[in-house]
Every structure is written in C-alpha cells, then in structure tokens.
C-alpha cells in the first residue's frame, strides 16, 4: 500500500500563516487591537482623541513600559520576577534620600538607582539561576525582603519634591518638540532594547535559553549567566523605572510602586511575551504598556470605577496566555500534519 | 608522519562501557576509513547509541582510546567533538524552535561585526552556505517551528558542516523520512563523502544499509562481531550476524490447549503517519508476539488500544463489544491493560513504595467509606511480592531501589491488580537480568493458563519466537506477516521486520 | 504514599520551641496561655488558604490567587448579609461561589493546558479585581452579630472557636490527603504525571477537583475574616499569599509536588505563628517582620538543598576511612 501523499502546498497555507502569526506578528496584533481599542474609545467619548489626551495616556504609559521590558527581558528566558516593584522602590527611595541629604548633586545621581537595581535584580538571578529556586518563589521572597528592607530604612519617613533636586523634578514635564522626556527616555531604551535583544549574540543567546534549555547546554551555551544577566539588566530598568517613576509622583514613599508586578507582567503578555520563554519582545511588552494605559484613560472617561483595572490586568493576563497556547497548539498540529508530506 | 597521513578517519580500541552490572559495550574495537560511509548495525540493545555518545563526548567509557585522524582524543562535552570535527545528529533534533534556521546553524558560534552586533548578513550567508552544500533548498529565515522533520535533520546537517567536519554521526535518520526526502539525504551522504568526511550511518534499513554504505560494523549484546566491506556482505548474512544467538530452550512449558473466545478484535486501525490498516485479534488463552524494528509502531498500536493516543481511523472490540478509546482509564475499567515500554518513567511511579505502586489503580476498590484500608492494600501487595517472588525488604521500599528484573515484576502486579482480560506487554524483559527474564516468562505462560489473552510486543528475537503461539510482523506501521514460531527462525522474523514496503521507491 | 522521614517535621517542632523560647526571652508577655491562644486567632485564615494551597501544590501545580478568592468571598458574604440572607445559607452559597472560581483556575490549567502560574497571576487579579467591583469603596462593616461568631468567640477556655475550626479543617485535610483515594492520585500525579494517567486516574478531573477544593477553603477562610475583622472590601487579605506560600514550603512540601505533608504545613505554621506573635510583642517592627517572612520563604524552598548538605556533613563526620573499593 503506497503511503499517501499530499500535494505540495495544499492545505499549507493557512496552517503555515498560523505558524508565523504566532511567532513572528503577534506584535502587530497587539498593535491592531490598540488601535481597535482608540477607535472604539474615540467613538463612545470624542474627547478621547483629544492630543492633550493622548499625550497623557502615552506618558502614562512610559514608565510602565520601562518595566514591562524588564519583564519581557526575564520572561524570555523563561523566567519570571514578581519583585520588580520593590526593586523601583527599594532604588528610587535610596536614590532620593540621598538626594534628599545631599543638594547640589547632579545627573551622576542617576548612577545610583541602575546599580542598585541591579544589584537587586542579580540577587535574584543568583537565587534563580545559581540556587536553582523556582523563579515565583524566589523574587516572591524578594518581593518582601526589598520591601521590608525599604521600610526600614525609610523609618516611617517620606520624602518630599521639595528636598529633591530642581531637575528631578522637572524632568517629568520637560518636553522636546512637544514630547514629553519620560516618553523619549522610554521609547530610546525600549529601542537599544529591542536592538540588544535582535542583533547582538547575548541577546539572541537570551531568547535560545528560553525557547530550549537542554538544547541550550548541547550548544554550549552558558545558561546560568545568562539568566542571571537576564535579572540583573531587569532589574537595572526597574531601579531606572523607579527613579522617573519618583520624579513623576513627587512624594517618595516606602509603599511607592507597590503591586506594578501584576501590571508589568500583564502589559508583557499581552504584547505578546510568552510565559513561557523564548517568545515575543520589549516592543511588544511596551505596546502591552500603551494597551493598558488606553484601557486605563478610556475607563475613566467612560465613568468607569477604578476597580475594573485589577479586573482587567488579571482577564488580560489570562486571555492572552489563552490565546498563546491556542496559538501554539495550532502550530505544532500543523506541524505533526505535515510530518509526512511529499515536498518538491 | 605518514602513519598519520593514513591513519582512519576514526579508530576505536578496546572501548568498554558499563552501566551498574550490565555491560553495554565490552572490548569494541574498529576502524572507520576516511571518506568511508560506515554503517553501524545491530539490534536493540547491541550498544550502538552507547557507542556513538562515548565518541561524540556525551558519556565516558571505563576502559579504551578513540583516535581521530590519527590523534588519541576524549572529549567532554558535544561541545568540544564538535570544535574537533565530530559531530551526531539525532532523530530528535535539538534546535531552537522560535528561532530561525540560520540562527540555529550559527547560535554559539556567531561572527560579530565591528561594533560587536551578530553579523546578520554573514550568519544568513554561511546558513545559506551549508545548506547549499548539501543541496537543501530551505529558507534561512524559517522558523523552526514551521519545518517539517526531515527539514528539522537536514538543518542539524547544515549545522555540523560549519565546523570543520571530519566525521558525521546519523542515527536512524531516515526513521521519520519519506522515501523522497530519504533519497534527499542519501544524496547528501554521498557528497559529504566525496567530500572526504566520513559518515558513521546507524540503521535498522538493510536495504538502505546496501545502498550507501561503503563498510558495515556488527554490534551484538555490546561486542563487535564484525566489520567487512559492504560489497561483501548479503543482507542476509548481515541479519544472521546481527542475530546470531542459538533459541534458548529455556521457555516456559504451555499447556496445550486450544484458544478460547475472542477477547480482543482490532481492524483497520490506521493512525496517520504512524501505523496503517493493522488488522488482529487475540483470543483467551494465546499468547501473540508482536516483532519489529523499534520505530515501527508497535507501541503506538497498543497505545492506541488502550487510550493514550487515539488512532484516527479503524475499530476496537473487547470481548466482542465494540469500544472507542479514549483513555487508560476507560480501557482497564473494560479489562485491558497495557504496560508501557518506558517502564519506568510511564510505567511505575519510581520514588513511591511498592505497595503504592501496585495499589495505585485500584485504590477505588480498596477504599471503605472513602478511607484507604491499608491492610488490605498492603495484603495485596505482599500476595503480589510473593507470587512473582520480588526481591525486596518489604512491600515500603521504594520502586527506584530494585533491580530492573524486580521493578518489572512490580510493574506486572500493579497491572494484573486489575483483573484484566486482555493484556499488553510492551518490551517486558528489556533491561531484565537472564534469572528474571525466565520468571517473566513463566509469569506470562501462567496467566495464559489462566484464561487472558495476551499481546507480547518485543525486540527479543528468540523470546518472540520462545514465547508466542503465534507472530505477527509490523514493518514501517503496516502488519506485514503472520508467523508460525515453530515453522520459523529468527532470520525470517527479521527479514520481514526489515521490509521496506516501498520497495518501488528503491530500485536497486 | 511515600513514609516521607519525619525529620523536618522534628525540626519544625524544635524550631518552633526555639522560637517560643526567644519570644519569651524578648518579651513578659509571651508566656501565658491566654495570650498565646489568643494569638492564634492572627493565623486561622491564613492557615486554612495554606491547607487548601497544600493540595493542589502536592498536585504538582500552584495557585497564587487563592487570597483574591477569599476576597471576593469575603465582599459576596457581605452582599448577602446586606439582604439580610440567614447565615446557614450565605455562608454555603459563598463557599460554594468560591468553589466555582477555584474549578475555573482548575478547568484553565487541566483542560487548556495553560501553566498555572500563568493562570492564577491572572485570577489573582481578576478575582480580586471582581470582588472590588462587587464590593464598595469604603468596605462594609454592617455585620450582623451572628455573623461574627465564628471570628470571636471562644471554644472552651481560651482556647478561640476560629482556632478549633482551623484544626478541624486540618484533620479534614490532612485525612483527604493521606488516607483517601483522592488524596493518594493526588501525590501520584504531582510525582509522575504520564504513569498516573497510563495507571487509570482521570489526572484533568482531579486537578479540577483540587482547585475547587483550594477555592472552597478560601470561601471557609472568607467566613473566618469576616468573623474576626467584621469587614469586607476587595482589599482583604491583599498580601496574604507570601504567608501562605510560605507555610507551603517552610511545611516541607515540595514545590514541584508529590512530596510532604498537612503535618509538615501545620507545624510551619505554628512556628511562623510563634515567630510573629514574639515578635510582635517585642515590638519588632513590620517590616522587619516582612523581611524575616521573605527570608523564611526563601530558606524553606532551599530546604532540599540544605538537607542534602547536611546529609553530606553527617556522612562525612561518621565515615572511618575505608579501604578503597572497587
């Protein structure tokens, strides 16, 4: 009995464009459906599409977008760090009391949050990659830990705008050609970014580790420091994210940033970095960003109670991990099928 | 010098390897000749994957050199066979599946530009480059993900050539192939050849094995037998070789009596890409051998038959009620049971104790008012311990603490808990001592005696024959014969098993 | 299942009276046994989320939004008592309800295939995100006095009536888990899932199962909030699942399922109970405290690693130098 044979190309199609879609447009998607969401949002309330409005929503979105790239930088090797708010506050709540203690000082300040986000994210990478902790349980542990560590430092006191440097506290209204900085910062870093991530070995070394660990070690690759550069440069972006995240709010609290973990991890997903490594990119983690940050001004101007967020960061959590592992199990029924076709 | 000039492209000497007890490879020497297609053949078990990882540096042997080109060489990881020239491509390529073909050809290894960027042009150009040199039309920028297996392997390929390549490991890689995207790696094969690398080919396809091989090496129970020229060499001596052992008069005596009703009925059972219109029944009281290559669907007819992976097309009747299955669950509860040949990691749950093990399907039927009556499971599985007489310091000891032999013993009571009617035997004596293999068969005679009708799956040639009232031949997914085992010998057995269905394919 | 070595349990135990001797070091106030009972009240909720947890991490699987279900339950209890619905009837209703949720994470993680994780970080904030909407800003306070009985009251003696439901609630558990069918499928599939589903067990059916069980208790947990805090608001235990993801694993449970016991998660609860109570008496601020429970976190996942460790020293320090063999 002759094995059957398909024609080349038949049925193909579809099934291939699935398979691209997953992996290589799922950021369009996100784009698509942000722009659904303006048109819907600009038709239920024209003051939507106000520029004024969209400035707002944009700047809203920067910092966040900050954050949901350090995410996807862990996320994509598989990994995860549910501490990254506390890594913003930990960094930002140092970084102003010093400031606070020593007036004068200029952008060297900015030193001071990258280094201790980083060494913050590193602790992590150490307990993940080298201690071989389960990644919830570890930044869950730090999650606290730096927490707690900020509170004690902080004894109870907050810092005010006023004792914080004069360019600190106008960065968050300086615009260039009518951009606000915030969003120049962000954009720029989600860029180099992007480029990290796309063109230079590590980065694609990062996105190998995710997608195929054990193959990861037959190629020789070096998985533990590279997961632990993962966590460090998050938490880098974090410690960042949390100094502009101070300048914008004013008032620097020991509670700042609390609960971005969720938001962060949902702005990711949704622009399409999989839970599961090796997938998806910090554009798309912040197009997620800009996504939640619509979702955010159009509730608003609907008259909608803030209490729908956590709602909708946790549905969106789970639909676009849903819709990923529909995805991907459309991608490997197209492959299976066609493990016996006759190609030319 | 010139001893080097003329050295082999690789010369093992007296390589030995052992696991615990068992002996996977004793005293292994031979030669593989430069620009040579070296076949490496031999059953199940012969030692030929031990082999191929002590060379490409996955294992380290207990005794032996392997020289390369002349130079003594160990190596530690793939990493370092691979810097040397030595590479093995798998039948389970290992490859990055979000990522790109020329990415995957080039990941570790990348040229960087001036600013220290991965060289995108030069990367895409040196896949495009490999994949040129073995004549292989895919797309750099494809995903993983999207191709198909053969182009999967045909990657792998393109990824050794970038090395140096001195020698090329295939094992079974034609095993997922269509025959035109085989003849694409045959292809291939030949001009690595040409080329002056040598290829170590493993393979179960004789023919295939006639067709490019320029020598062949014999491998039995972990020993070389032999190495000769392919051109002297008749496939049917290749098989004598292979399977060169005397049928041991050591199985179980039957009671001669005359099978009973029908208990087990499969037709056209087709699941596609794996096993095509297999059509058989069993009948109380028989015992049914199953032969085959490994690969050639055996184990997915059974699963098939028991729920863990529906076929797609045919019927199924126990006891002449016609079934669908759909899960383990639902097919122990209609009386058959299936026990798999990944003993230990589908079969048995290891860290648990014996008495878990064999309780764990039946925990319904030893519950009282909801609670587990554990001396009743523990009665069980002493009665169990004692009729397979297993070895052990009591029915607590933990499952991954026995010998293999000991382990399969449990494994057989925990199945046989369940009362079956019809039971799957799926490789029962691989990685069982000589001792435990007779008490197995001893077991199985027994529970024919008894009334159930039982399916044997092995790739123990003299057991298949030893044991069975009757043979049937899987080759390539399809039931290709139906043997009597006192008519026959093992040489018939594996000529039919290595039956390539699509002879038209390979004319000569 | 597995005689697991009672070995961590022995020293949670020792552990635990360490920590009572410290706090009665740190403070007069410790040893009494009014204060002591008193304190326990502190960790019912807690406690009873951690029993629900247990199961389904012995699963092989996690849940991290069991304390947004209590939440939710808590504000639903709290709609219910607004009309004036009997107890005996809210209270089945909420546990129920939350049941509901727990067989959504369930049917997520057994029937799509998603990984819990993923899953339950999402229904953490969706759960929570409901119950904030379900609920009003300023949380309701307006409970009957027999709704509140089972926070405050006491049993007999100091002894607090929460604190006696949690035991309970335990023994159910610890019973379900070691000596039932269910409780049997359950360590086989978090130790081998393929050989669980080749042996006969229905492996989707029984995760389903065992996220609703996890929801039901966090409904139970609900009711013991309210009585305690007579308050709802979608806040509610915002927070609590470091605590109880602590108890989990300081308990001995293997995160990667299959292993450990109720026994082990009570005793690391009566320990982390102990440690805040003394602390708290002491005067140890919150924080501190905070970080103390992020650290134990830690420590409690390293555990393996810690008893190899050991092991390894206690090998190296009883061996004599032996003749080499083979």
């Not at chain 1, 560590?149 to 705008?161: D, H, K, N, P």
């Not at chain 2, 097309?313 to 899960?327: E, H, I, Q």
């Amino acid at each position: 009995m002759p094995v059957e044979t398909e024609a080349p190309g038949e049925g193909d199609g579809t099934r291939r464009g699935l398979g691209q879609y997953a992996l290589r447009f799922r950021v369009s998607g996100v784009a698509g459906f942000l722009v659904l969401l303006c048109v819907a949002f600009a038709l239920l309330r024209p003051a939507f599409m106000t520029p004024g409005n969209l400035n707002a929503i944009i700047s809203n979105a920067a910092i966040l977008a900050i954050v949901a790239a350090a995410q996807a930088v862990v996320l994509i090797t598989r990994n995860l760090d549910v501490s990254v708010g506390s890594i913003m506050g930990f960094s930002a709540y140092l970084t102003a009391d010093f400031a606070a203690r020593h007036p004068g000082v200029g952008l060297a300040l900015l030193l001071m949050p990258l280094v201790i986000g980083g060494a913050l994210g590193a602790i992590n990478g150490l307990l993940v990659a080298y201690g071989r902790v389960s990644p919830l349980i570890a930044t869950l542990g730090t999650l606290s830990i730096y927490r707690g560590l900020t509170y004690v430092y902080a004894r109870g006191q907050e810092i005010t705008s006023s004792r914080l440097p004069h360019w600190m506290n106008a960065l968050p209204d300086m615009r260039f050609a009518g951009i606000p900085l915030l969003v120049l910062i962000a954009a720029a870093l989600v860029c180099l970014l992007a480029a990290f991530l796309n063109f230079y070995a590590l980065g694609r070394r990062m996105y190998a580790v995710g997608s195929n660990v054990s193959a990861s070690a037959f190629f020789g690759l070096r998985t533990k420091r590279i997961v632990l550069f993962a966590y460090t440069l998050g938490g880098v972006l974090c410690g960042l994210a949390g100094f502009l995240y101070a300048a914008r709010v004013g008032t620097v609290t020991v509670v700042l940033a609390s609960g971005w973990e969720l938001t962060s991890l949902a702005a990711a997903v949704i622009g399409g970095v999989s839970v599961a490594g090796g997938s998806g990119n910090v554009i798309g983690a912040a197009l997620g960003a800009v996504v939640l940050a619509t979702i955010d001004n159009g509730l608003v101007l609907l008259g909608i109670p803030e209490f729908w967020r956590m709602f909708v960061q946790g549905s969106a959590i789970v639909l676009a991990a849903t819709a990923d592992v529909i995805i991907a199990g459309q991608v490997r029924h197209s492959l299976r099928a066609r493990r016996r076709l006759a190609r030319p | 010098m010139t001893a080097k000039l003329s050295a082999p492209a690789l010369r093992i000497v007296g390589l030995t390897k052992s696991f615990g007890a068992s002996n996977a490879l004793s005293d292994v020497s031979f030669d593989v000749g430069r620009g040579d297609v070296h076949a490496l053949v031999g059953e199940n078990g012969a030692g030929k994957s031990t082999l191929v990882k002590i060379i490409t540096g996955i294992l380290e042997p207990n005794a032996g050199r392997i020289e390369l080109l002349g130079e003594p060489v160990r190596f530690a990881t793939p990493v370092e066979a691979r810097r040397a020239g030595v590479a093995a491509v798998y039948q389970d390529p290992k490859l990055f599946p979000h990522l790109d073909v020329a990415e995957n050809i080039s990941m570790g290894a990348a040229p960087v530009t001036a600013i220290g960027a991965v060289d995108r042009k030069a990367v895409v150009a040196r896949a495009r480059d490999s994949l040129a040199r073995i004549g292989v039309g895919i797309d750099p920028h494809a995903l993983i993900a999207e191709l198909s297996v053969a182009e999967l392997q045909f990657v792998e390929i393109a990824r050794a050539l970038t090395a140096d390549l001195k020698l090329l490991i295939l094992d079974e890689p034609t095993s997922s192939l269509t025959p035109a995207e085989a003849e694409k790696l045959f292809q291939i094969v030949h001009d690595l050849r040409d080329n002056g690398t040598s290829v170590i080919f493993i393979s179960h396809r004789l023919e295939e094995v006639a067709l490019i091989a320029d020598a062949v090496t014999i491998l039995r129970d972990g020993r070389h037998v032999l190495t000769r020229p392919a051109a002297e060499l008749s496939q049917a001596e290749i098989v004598r070789t292979m399977v060169g052992r005397p049928l041991k008069g050591m199985f179980a005596e039957r009671a001669k009596r005359k099978p009973g009703r029908e208990l087990l009925r499969v037709d056209e059972l087709t699941r596609e890409g794996v096993f095509s219109n297999v059509s058989f029944s069993l009948r109380a009281g028989e015992i049914v051998g199953m032969a085959g290559l490994v690969g050639s669907g055996r184990s997915e007819i059974a699963q098939a038959c028991f729920g863990l992976a529906p076929p797609t097309s045919g019927r199924v009747a126990l006891d002449g009620v016609p079934v669908t299955p759909r899960s383990p669950k639902q097919m122990l509860g209609l009386g058959l049971a299936y026990l798999p040949e990944d003993r230990d990691g589908v079969g048995l749950i290891m860290p648990a104790t014996i008495v878990s093990n064999i309780t764990l399907p039946i925990l319904r039927a030893l519950a009282r008012l909801g609670l587990i009556d554990e001396a009743a499971a523990r009665r069980i599985a002493t009665e169990a311990v004692e009729t397979y007489r297993v070895r052990t310091t009591g029915v607590d000891q933990i499952v991954a603490d026995l010998s293999g032999g000991n382990r399969q013993k449990v494994a057989f009571a925990r199945w046989l808990s369940t009362r079956p009617k019809v039971l799957i035997l799926d490789e029962p004596t691989h990685g069982v001592d000589v001792g435990s293999k007779a008490q197995i068969h001893e077991i199985i005679a027994r529970l024919a005696d008894d009334g159930l009708a039982i399916l044997v799956i092995s790739s123990d040639l003299p057991e298949v024959l030893g044991v069975s009232d009757r043979v049937l031949v899987i080759s390539e997914g399809e039931l290709v014969a139906e043997l009597d085992p006192s008519a026959v010998n093992q040489e018939t057995v594996m000529m039919a098993a290595t039956r390539n269905v699509r002879d038209a394919a390979h004319a000569g | 299942m597995i005689r697991k070595l009672p070995q961590w349990e022995l020293t949670l135990v020792v552990l635990t009276i360490a920590a009572g001797a410290w706090s009665a070091y740190l403070s007069p106030y410790y040893l009494s046994i009014d204060q002591i009972a008193d304190s326990t009240r502190q960790f019912v909720y807690p406690g009873i989320l951690a029993l629900g947890l247990t199961v389904v991490v012995i699963l092989g699987e996690i849940d991290i939004s069991v304390a947004s279900t209590l939440a939710f339950g808590a504000v639903l209890f709290s709609k219910f008592s607004a009309f004036g619905v009997l107890i005996w009837v809210a209270a089945p209703l909420v546990v129920a309800a939350c049941a509901a949720l727990g067989g959504l994470n369930g049917v997520l993680v057994a029937r799509l295939g998603l990984p819990s994780l993923a899953v339950t970080l999402g229904t953490m904030g969706a759960f929570r995100g409901l119950a904030f909407i379900l609920g009003s800003e300023m949380g309701y306070t307006n409970f009957d006095d027999r709704y509140l009985f089972i926070g405050s009251e006491y049993a007999f003696g100091p002894v607090p009536a929460s604190f006696v439901l949690f035991l309970a609630v335990a023994v159910g558990i610890g019973v379900l888990t070691h000596w039932t069918v269910f409780g049997r499928r359950c360590y086989a599939i978090g130790l081998n899932k393929e050989a669980s589903w080749a042996a006969g067990i229905d492996v989707a059916r029984l995760k389903i199962q065992a996220f609703a069980l996890a929801g039901a208790l966090a409904g139970l947990a609900a009711l013991v909030w309210i009585g305690q805090y007579g308050s709802a608001r979608g806040d509610n235990a915002d927070g609590a699942i470091l605590l109880v993801v602590t108890a989990v694993v300081l308990g001995g449970v293997d995160i990667n399922g299959g292993r450990g016991g109720i026994l082990g998660v009570v005793l690391a609860l009566f320990l982390l109970g102990t440690m805040r109570n003394g602390m708290g008496l002491a005067n140890v601020p919150g924080p501190i405290q905070t970080i103390v429970l992020g650290a134990l976190l830690i420590v409690g996942v390293l555990r393996p690693v810690i008893v190899q460790g050991l092991a390894r020293v206690r090998r190296l320090v009883l061996s004599r130098p032996a003749i080499q063999s083979d």
